[in-house]
């Protein structure tokens, strides 16, 4: 099993910043990504990345104001939030699994049934 908390949500105003992380423990995995759900709304995906090589993948709605990083001493992911808008108020989640050699060649790293394991959620309010 993987086991996910997340932490460094809260509130913020408009234009300001904030940063999640989320620390994993249990299972090795070599996926790992953040989604966001706001109230009445699909769940969608921000950002992911593979640690072990660094790569990541952005939605369109947060290219150039998000950053997701990796410590790997930690076993923890960061998203850095610049620029913040009200229409990023949602709950943010972080995912993570492993992936096989061929499953990572296909697989849609900003889906959210990509993914196995789950934290519990941070609460992201951005106001005007």
């Known amino acids: 099993q993987v086991h996910l908390v997340e932490s460094g949500g809260g509130s913020v105003q408009a234009g300001g910043s904030l940063r999640l992380s989320c620390a994993a423990s249990?299972?090795?995995?070599?996926?790992m990504a953040w989604f966001r759900q706001a109230p009445g709304m699909e769940r969608e995906g921000v950002a992911a990345?593979?640690?072990?090589?660094?790569?990541?993948f952005y939605a369109d709605s947060v290219k150039g104001r998000f950053t997701i990083s990796h410590d790997n001493a930690n076993n923890t992911i960061y998203l850095q939030m610049n620029s913040l808008k009200p229409e990023d108020t949602a709950i943010y989640y972080c995912a993570a699994d492993r992936f096989d050699r061929k499953t990572i060649l296909t697989v849609n790293t900003l889906r959210p049934q990509s993914y196995k394991y789950w934290g519990q959620g941070a609460q992201v309010t951005v106001s005007s």
């Open positions: 990345i593979y640690p072990g090589s660094g790569v990541t």
């Open positions: 249990g299972d090795g995995t070599n996926c």
